[in-house]
């Protein structure tokens, strides 16, 4: 089996906040246009509140809980999800900015939502944790460019 990624719960807080700035970080480099431009107030406020400590605090508090559950080989999943996704981000940052890119961008933003889907189900967020994590499902819809 591979390593459990990430081990503790300070790493499972950084490693939360690293994949929704990788999620600005693909949001940003959208395309300024009109229709989706009145929605940036959206999508900043609600990755403000993903990287705030409350949300990342309940991310690892859940993780934490699921690692000693019968949920673990599914928790240990999600772990690496986020870090694949963190990785997948960076690899192609200097694509991201290019028009013809959008099809990357889609596929990104794509899997960000799959990805917060996994940990709503998986580590059995709170409503606060649940909340935070549809606000952000809803700016990367508004503001993807799909």
Not at 75 to 100: N, R, W, Y
Not at 128 to 143: N, R
Request: net charge neutral; glycine share 6%.
């Amino acid at each position: 089996m591979t390593p459990i990624t990430p081990q503790k719960h300070d790493d499972m807080k950084a490693l939360w906040k690293r994949f929704v700035n990788a999620i600005r970080t693909i949001l940003q480099a959208q395309p300024p246009e009109k229709p989706d431009s009145h929605f940036q107030a959206v999508r900043d406020e609600a990755l403000s509140l993903a990287e705030g400590d409350p949300m990342a605090e309940e991310i690892a508090t859940r993780y934490s809980e699921a690692l000693r559950s019968p949920k673990f080989e599914a928790a240990t999943i999600v772990g690496e999800e986020l870090s694949a996704f963190e990785q997948a981000v960076q690899g192609s940052k200097s694509d991201l900015t290019a028009p013809a890119q959008k099809g990357l961008r889609k596929r990104l933003c794509g899997a960000a939502k799959t990805i917060l889907g996994s940990l709503k189900e998986i580590l059995r967020l709170k409503e606060y944790g649940k909340a935070i994590l549809e606000v952000l499902k809803e700016a990367i819809e508004l503001t993807s460019g799909e």
